[in-house]
């Protein structure tokens, strides 16, 4: 199993890039982009010969970047919104004094190590010869060993995204994994996505999901051209808020799903959300919790590991959504705030009004004053935050259906 893939995009990260990247010498794509990481580019990255990508943008990297290996070939784009960078790659001439070594100390953020299975994504080399399809709905327009066989045949061309694989691979692993599954599989909700089924082999692990032609929020926020109107924007919140209070209080057992963020909520082709990757979900049994898994959360969205965990999430999403800005955003940062810090500020100054997205068009004033009076009711106490219910109640009275009034401008002061 060979890593080739290190996305660790807008964890929140910070401190020195560990030189221990320089051993990864398989590794073709680094994204550490949109963190709060210092010092300089470690010289040990000069090392990764087959890396095709590299993103470093939006931190607070110095010094000069290393041009005596592979990392001569990529251009200013990979390292943008770093100032104290310099060097041809950036067109910029560097000074005699270096920055400070790097290497020296680790993240003091999520640390770079397979624990980290909510924000690290890789990919690895796959065999499915001894591999056994296990499908919850018998729907499908192919049969296990049809499945089997297209599996055999993948390679980097097929990949559409990404997600964290388990390293402990044991009996007992397997029995958890399966479990979990079985439970996961026999839910289906307009709002979450439809688990069809899994691929169970000795060296992987292989979960079997309905396309979503929309993609993420993520990339339909961030990474798009064309923008997401008003009313787009609280029909996604209002789905997401519909499939988190399904799982929070109507299905069996409860489950919080403790990694709420915009790019594990997918859209379908009419831009309808679904909650989706339930990776690090927690079981509730009779009133008390079944950690069934080792890492929770993304940095950024986290709040303590129980159903409130979800409802500050969501106000983070919901925020995120009406901003159009990530939750760790470089602006925020560079302020010495994440995205509830700048929210709050705003609210000190009776401001609030001016996170919404410039470029969002069609905002209403009544349906934005009580969408960010939720998102504030969630962040503000996670502990005596609103249920999911109960926020799904107040988007559908008094978001969903505000009284009639004018536009709000985005643009005007």
């Not at 931190?59 to 990392?71: A, M, T």
């Not at 339909?220 to 997401?228: G, K, V, Y």
């Not at 919140?237 to 409860?254: E, F, N, T, V």
């Not at 962040?379 to 536009?407: A, F, K, N, W, Y």
Request: proline share 4%.
């Amino acid at each position: 199993m060979y890593l080739l893939y290190r996305y660790l995009q807008g964890n929140y990260l910070s401190g020195l890039i560990p030189s221990d990247l320089g051993n990864l010498s398989v590794l073709e794509n680094l994204d550490i982009s949109s963190n709060s990481l210092s010092g300089s580019i470690p010289l040990s990255l000069e090392k990764l010969y087959k890396l095709l990508t590299l993103n470093v943008p939006t931190n607070f990297l110095v010094g000069p970047i290393p041009s005596d290996g592979v990392l001569i070939n990529f251009t200013e784009s990979s390292f943008v919104g770093n100032r104290g960078l310099c060097g041809k790659q950036v067109n910029k001439r560097c000074d005699d004094a270096r920055g400070p070594a790097s290497g020296s100390q680790p993240f003091s953020g999520k640390p770079f190590t397979s624990a980290t299975v909510g924000a690290l994504l890789l990919v690895a080399l796959m065999c499915f010869w001894s591999a056994s399809i296990v499908m919850f709905h018998g729907d499908l327009p192919y049969s296990s060993k049809d499945i089997i066989k297209k599996l055999e045949t993948l390679n980097e061309e097929h990949i559409i995204g990404f997600r964290g694989l388990w390293d402990s691979m044991n009996e007992g692993f397997d029995r958890l994994f399966e479990r979990e599954l079985e439970i996961l599989g026999s839910i289906k909700h307009r709002y979450l996505v439809n688990l069809r089924g899994y691929c169970n082999s000795s060296t992987s692990k292989l979960l079997i999901y309905d396309f979503l032609p929309g993609g993420s929020l993520d990339k339909a926020l961030h990474e798009r051209s064309e923008q997401l109107d008003w009313d787009t924007r609280l029909n996604i919140i209002m789905g997401a808020a519909k499939g988190l209070a399904y799982l929070h209080h109507d299905c069996s057992p409860r489950i919080i799903h403790r990694d709420i963020k915009s790019s594990n909520i997918l859209l379908d082709g009419n831009f309808e959300a679904r909650v989706s990757d339930f990776g690090l979900a927690k079981l509730l049994e009779d009133e008390e919790s079944h950690i069934t898994t080792i890492v929770a959360g993304t940095f950024g969205y986290l709040a303590p590991a129980t159903e409130k965990t979800d409802v500050y999430s969501f106000g983070v999403l919901v925020l995120e959504v009406v901003s159009g800005k990530r939750p760790t955003d470089a602006a925020f940062i560079e302020k010495g705030f994440n995205i509830v810090g700048w929210l709050n500020f705003l609210v000190t100054e009776s401001r609030q009004r001016e996170i919404v997205d410039l470029h969002c068009e069609g905002v209403q004033i009544e349906s934005l004053d009580a969408l960010l009076s939720v998102a504030i009711q969630c962040v503000s106490s996670p502990e005596d935050g609103p249920t999911m219910h109960r926020v799904v109640q107040i988007l559908e009275s008094e978001v969903m259906t505000p009284c009639p009034s004018d536009l709000y401008d985005s643009n005007s002061d």
